[in-house]
C-alpha cells in the first residue's frame, strides 16, 4: 500500500471536481456500456472513483487505436505517463504537454487526481495498463500462451487490480483472483473480437495453438468456421470459464458494498460466452453480444440480490 500523497499543487474547486466526475461518468457509458452498468451498483463516492480511473485506461487504449498521433503515438503514451507520475507527487498541471495529451481530458485529471488522494492505488497498476496498450503499437501476434496472458495482466488484470484498492478488501488472495478475472474477461473479448482484431492486424490468439488445432490465419480472415476452428473455439472458451470461475472468488473478500459492481461485470461475460457457444463457436460471421434489454435485466436482479430480494 502506498504512502499518503502530497496536497495537490494546482487544487481544484468542489465544482470543478464535481464536474469532472461528471464529465468522466459520460465518457464511460459513451466507451463501454457493459462496464457502465456495473459501476452503477457502486457507492456514489466509489463510482465516482471508478468512472475516473477505467476513463484513464480507456484514454491510453484510445491513444493507440484512433490513430490521432499517427507516428507520435509512443510518445503519446510516455507523456500520458509522465503526468500519471506527476500527479502521484501531486501535480496536476499539464505544464510541458507538448502533445495536448492532458490538456484535451482535463476534467479526466482532475477526476482523476482527487481519486489518487481517496484510494491506495498502487502508480505500478495503471502504468502496466499503458505498456499494454504500448504492445499494440504495431500490430499484435503472440506465439504461445504465456505470451498472451502477459498481455492480459496488463490491460485487464492490472485495471482490476486498481479497482479493488476502491472497492476495499483485506484478504490478499483477492489479488490472484483479481487478476484471474481479468485474464477471463480479456480472453472473452478475443474471442468475440476476433475479425474486428485482423481487421487491425492484430492476432491476439496464440499460434502455437492455432497450429495445434489446425486452424491457419488465413481460415480466420476468410471466416472459415472448420470442425477445427469449433474445436479451438471450444477449448479456448472452456479456459475463458475457468479463469472465471478461479476470478469469482474475489467477491466475498471485498467490502459488501462494492462486490456487486464485479459481479454484474462477470455475468456480462458469462452471458456472452453463452451466446459464442449458442451460436456454435462461430465468432468469425456472428458477434456475440447482449441486448440492452438482457443487460439492464442482469443489472436489475444483481441490484435487487444485493438488497436481501431473491427470486424464486
Wanted: aromatic share 10%; hydrophobic share 40%.
Amino acid at each position: 500500500m502506498r504512502s499518503k500523497m502530497p496536497e495537490p499543487t494546482t487544487p481544484a474547486t468542489d465544482q470543478q471536481i464535481v464536474d469532472a466526475y461528471e464529465a468522466v461518468a459520460a465518457s464511460t457509458k459513451a466507451a463501454s456500456s457493459n462496464f457502465y452498468y456495473a459501476f452503477i451498483t457502486l457507492p456514489n463516492e466509489k463510482r465516482h472513483a471508478v468512472y475516473a480511473g477505467y476513463s484513464f485506461c480507456r484514454l491510453a487504449d484510445d491513444i493507440v487505436d484512433d490513430g490521432d498521433y499517427g507516428d507520435r503515438t509512443g510518445e503519446a503514451l510516455d507523456s500520458l505517463q509522465t503526468h500519471l507520475a506527476s500527479a502521484y507527487a501531486g501535480d496536476y498541471s499539464t505544464n510541458g504537454d507538448a502533445l495536448k495529451i492532458t490538456e484535451a481530458s482535463t476534467e479526466l485529471w482532475r477526476a482523476l487526481g482527487d481519486t489518487l488522494h481517496k484510494y491506495p492505488i498502487d502508480q505500478q497498476h495503471l502504468l502496466d495498463v499503458v505498456e499494454g496498450c504500448r504492445m499494440d503499437l504495431d500490430g499484435t501476434t503472440y506465439e504461445t500462451w504465456d505470451d498472451l496472458v502477459k498481455y492480459c495482466k496488463r490491460v485487464a488484470s492490472a485495471t482490476g487490480l486498481a479497482l479493488i484498492e476502491v472497492f476495499g478488501y483485506d484478504d490478499p488472495k483477492a489479488v490472484d483472483y483479481a487478476i484471474d478475472l481479468g485474464i477471463a474477461l480479456q480472453l472473452t473479448n478475443i474471442l468475440r473480437d476476433i475479425i474486428e482484431d485482423l481487421d487491425i492486424d492484430r492476432v491476439y490468439l496464440p499460434a502455437e495453438e492455432l497450429a495445434e488445432y489446425g486452424v491457419t490465419v488465413d481460415d480466420l480472415r476468410s471466416k472459415r468456421v472448420s470442425p477445427e476452428f469449433i474445436r479451438f473455439m471450444k477449448f479456448q472458451v472452456a479456459r475463458a470459464r475457468k479463469y472465471l470461475e478461479s476470478g469469482v472468488r474475489l467477491f466475498p473478500l471485498l467490502d459488501e458494498q462494492s462486490r456487486q459492481c464485479p459481479k454484474t461485470m462477470t455475468h456480462v461475460y458469462e452471458k456472452l460466452l453463452d451466446q459464442i457457444e449458442k451460436n456454435g463457436y462461430d465468432t468469425l460471421n456472428h458477434r456475440a453480444s447482449l441486448s440492452i434489454f438482457q443487460k439492464f435485466k442482469l443489472m436489475s436482479v444483481i441490484w435487487l440480490r444485493s438488497r436481501g430480494i431473491r427470486f424464486v
